[in-house]
């Protein structure tokens, strides 16, 4: 990761699902676990956090709810959950100067401990009711339930950092007394290594390509996404849509449309296929319908690849319109993708700039090294870290 000089503390890193499992939280976990050990003396892991009987108990409690109101209790935000978790951590932060805690709600709410938090994550509750389907259709009970233990978790912090301005921003309209330790540090790419910066090489293609990365086809915008490529045909442009994560139903059925799958990230071969598409790929579509963040966005820009996305959720803190690609409303359909990306065709210094100007995002501001290095300057600024404790 990085070279510098290690800074003399050590982290309590608190997760509730295992920091070294690369498939949790869209390997977000792990990517930041192994930003802090290139960068800190010592980094003490506590998770997975399996509590029980607690855990048991509410999903039965879910299930049962589901079954006679087809109201769901969102449980992981749960005073009863919030309470287990801190029973079972405050046992492990011996020595421990810092907490880190990603996606620290539930694990930091209740904790009884005078070590600083940092709590990390990618929404605020308050500002992501009903935005998706995870903190949709919960209820009454379940939702004034997640906002007092928000409050709780904002307020025990020491430095709150979102990722985004969008969760920032809601944080602060409905937290006002927080808003003094609200950062916004934008994510990293989870990659193992920086790419190299993309070649220099023509644009137009004969064919446009297209790609695609989502796991589900409805809610990352596949249809827009379709609808965009069928466009860009029937103005003469010739162009193919390569879809990886999942697979359109089958009533997609243009010749153009290629269907690679999901694609494992710890498969050799998979991750290869992967890396060709991105370095050979002309844009990312992605007209998703919600979005707390998109790591993907920030994996495109070490590739140096523009982007075509909607203007929701975080995805704006991490592309830049005009600069490293086109953001659209929700309303705008895969006609208005289309029209942005003849823009380009028409304009190709401008799809150059944007490459450059992608890659350029990525090495200042989106990575793991430069996060970590943010948040240690922000713990250093609050002089935060007391070793006589």
Not at 98 to 124: E, H, K, S
């Amino acid at each position: 990761m990085s070279s510098l000089e290690k800074v003399p503390i050590t982290i309590g890193y608190v997760t509730v699902d295992d920091p070294h499992d690369r498939r949790t939280w869209s390997g977000i976990n792990y990517f930041l676990l192994m930003a802090l050990e290139s960068r800190v003396d010592r980094v003490v892991t506590v998770g997975p956090l399996r509590p029980q009987p607690e855990l048991h108990l509410l999903r039965l409690a879910n299930q049962l709810l589901l079954r006679t109101t087809r109201k769901r209790f969102h449980y992981r935000d749960s005073f009863m959950l919030s309470k287990a978790y801190a029973r079972i951590i405050k046992s492990q932060l011996e020595g421990v100067d810092l907490i880190v805690a990603p996606a620290g709600l539930a694990t930091t709410a209740m904790l009884p401990t005078q070590v600083p938090v940092v709590y990390i994550n990618d929404r605020c509750t308050a500002g992501a009711l009903d935005y998706h389907q995870i903190l949709s259709g919960l209820a009454d009970f379940s939702r004034k339930e997640s906002l007092k233990l928000e409050q709780k978790a904002l307020e025990r912090a020491a430095i709150v950092a979102y990722s985004s301005h969008w969760a920032a921003e809601a944080a602060m309209r409905a937290y006002p007394s927080i808003s003094h330790k609200v950062h916004v540090v934008p994510f990293g790419a989870n990659l193992e290594e920086a790419p190299e910066p993309p070649a220099a090489r023509p644009f137009p293609p004969e064919r446009l390509k297209l790609l695609m990365l989502g796991v589900k086809w409805e809610e990352k915008g596949g249809p827009i996404a379709y609808q965009a490529l069928q466009e860009l045909k029937r103005l003469g442009q010739a162009a193919q849509l390569v879809v990886c994560g999942c697979t359109p139903p089958p009533e997609f059925n243009d010749p153009d449309l290629v269907r690679e799958g999901f694609l494992n990230k710890n498969l050799p071969s998979d991750m290869a296929k992967l890396e060709h598409h991105l370095r050979t790929a002309d844009f990312l579509i992605l007209p998703t319908r919600f979005e707390a963040y998109g790591i993907v966005f920030c994996e495109a820009a070490a590739y140096g690849l523009p982007v075509l996305a909607s203007r929701t959720g975080g995805i704006p803190t991490i592309v830049e319109e005009g600069r490293t690609g086109f953001l659209f409303s929700l309303e705008q359909d895969g006609g208005a993708y289309a029209d942005g990306i003849m823009h380009l065709v028409q304009r190709p210094e401008e799809w150059q700039a944007m490459r450059r100007n992608a890659r350029s995002r990525f090495e200042g501001t989106l990575t793991w090294d430069q996060y970590v290095s943010t948040l240690l300057r922000l713990v250093q600024e609050a002089g935060l870290v007391n070793k006589s404790r």
